[in-house]
């Protein structure tokens, strides 16, 4: 895929403190990618770097083939959408849109030609002519992506927009966002600190914490081989089940032992062939796991007491308290369960991640 943005060894210091820390990345020709982490990891940074907001301590950005590492943000030829709507109160939705065209100096005709068009394509039409105090939050974000939309920019760069909208809203232009995205096939950088935006939108995901990239792939990558406990953990809610133990052999085959439970490891997939014995920790996600008749013939058969039961129509979640620690599962939402139940449950170690215990890394 050729690469629409390309990253290079890309740092930013803020005197003694390192926000981003020799980062490498390449955006392909028309990719979404979704930069996920949370508050404080650099992903908004690194989205104000290719903008060209903030100046870089060292590495390079390239946009097109072009070096743009010390170009104007006006001149790296991208359109931004910010967290805030930062919309001139005093102009309708038509005038905002139209503002930096006009500055820019193109002609009428050109400037109503793409403010119909961008209109057009957010469906926008109807409010053109109101102001932005007489619209709705959700109208106000259409309006503000409208404008980085007339800029007929090859890359959009998205700071979290949809942070400032109600969940239904959000719902809403998380679709409408894909669908612009489907019809436009322009590349776009978008930052998140929520998982659901980022699994539903990206092609691929780029999981950030401590100003690094942990993982690069695609959601389902990361959400079946996650490359570290910190994503496995990060992805998902309810977040993974972790059982603590060690690798060892047991029958003549490995196996994860975790107190006094023994989990055969014959089909599942270790990074190399040959792991190392020793601690570790045993993840499985909770819709993983399964009850009553079905656990009879699971690989894994434990049982537990239910603590705590959360029916959400679709599923229903319960806590369970066994072995010693609280697990999380998943089940049918009309399952028959209550707070105080004993509970037969089981899995498939085929379906778990593997991490060593020192690097947290996945084996």
């Not at 109101?130 to 259409?142: C, D, H, I, N, V």
């Not at 979640?317 to 620690?325: E, H, N, P």
């Amino acid at each position: 895929m050729e690469a629409s943005i390309a990253i290079n060894n890309l740092s930013l210091s803020f005197g003694s403190l390192e926000v981003l820390k020799d980062l490498n990345l390449d955006v392909g020709q028309g990719e979404f990618l979704v930069l996920l982490g949370s508050s404080g990891c650099g992903k908004s940074t690194l989205l104000n770097c290719i903008a060209g907001l903030l100046d870089v301590t060292g590495g390079q950005i390239f946009i097109g083939g072009r070096n743009v590492t010390w170009e104007e943000p006006s001149k790296r030829g991208i359109g931004m959408v910010f967290q805030s709507y930062a919309l001139y109160p005093q102009m309708t939705v038509a005038g905002n849109l139209s503002f930096g065209l006009k500055n820019a100096g193109l002609p009428k005709q050109e400037i109503r030609e793409r403010v119909d068009r961008a209109a057009k394509v957010l469906q926008i039409e109807p409010l053109l002519n109101r102001k932005p105090a007489a619209l709705s939050g959700g109208q106000r974000q259409r309006a503000a992506i409208g404008r980085a939309l007339v800029r007929d920019a090859d890359v959009f760069l998205f700071d979290e927009p949809l942070s400032n909208l109600d969940a239904k809203l959000r719902a809403d232009l998380r679709v409408e966002i894909k669908q612009l995205h489907q019809k436009l096939h322009n590349t776009m950088i978008y930052v998140t600190h929520d998982q659901i935006e980022a699994m539903t939108l990206a092609d691929r995901i780029a999981i950030m914490r401590g100003g690094r990239i942990l993982q690069l792939a695609s959601p389902k990558e990361i959400y079946n081989r996650p490359a570290s406990k910190y994503v496995a953990e990060f992805i998902g809610s309810p977040t993974m089940n972790f059982f603590a133990g060690e690798i060892g052999e047991a029958g003549g085959g490995l196996c994860f032992m975790a107190s006094d439970n023994i989990f055969p490891l014959d089909d599942y997939a270790f990074l190399d062939r040959s792991p190392v014995a020793g601690a570790a920790w045993f993840g499985i996600r909770p819709e993983h796991m399964v009850c009553g008749t079905d656990a009879e013939n699971a690989p894994v058969r434990l049982q537990g007491r239910v603590e705590l039961v959360e029916p959400l129509g679709s599923d229903t979640l319960a806590r369970i308290s066994a072995s010693g620690q609280v697990l999380w599962i998943r089940m049918d939402g009309q399952a028959n369960v209550t707070a105080g139940d004993t509970l037969q449950f089981g899995f498939d170690p085929a379906r778990g991640n593997i991490f060593d215990k020192a690097t947290e890394d996945r084996v």
